[in-house]
């Protein structure tokens, strides 16, 4: 029973990693699942970054720091 929840727990992990590659949380989280945590990984692991997730966290980014530059000239 304890390896089940082990297993299940990992499969979790790796579907989180997975998330920011192009194999995406579910493709990630079913091969752990079915296949192996250890086959998810390597997976994971050749599956290329997300690009338009990465692109789009840059733009984010440089939306916070353009707000930050706006309040900082305000209050001088």
């Not at 992990?13 to 998810?40: M, T």
């Not at 994971?44 to 720091?65: D, T, Y």
Request: aromatic fraction near 10%; charge should be positive; proline fraction near 3%.
């Amino acid at each position: 029973m304890i390896y089940a929840i082990i297993w299940v727990v990992l499969s979790l992990v790796i579907g989180g990693w997975g998330a920011d590659k192009s194999i995406g949380w579910g493709g990630g989280f079913f091969i752990s699942l079915f296949f192996s945590p250890v086959i998810g990984v390597i997976a994971c692991a050749v599956s290329e970054p997300n690009k338009k997730l990465r692109e789009k966290r840059i733009r984010e980014e440089e939306q916070i720091r353009a707000q930050a530059r706006e309040d900082i000239n305000k209050n001088n």
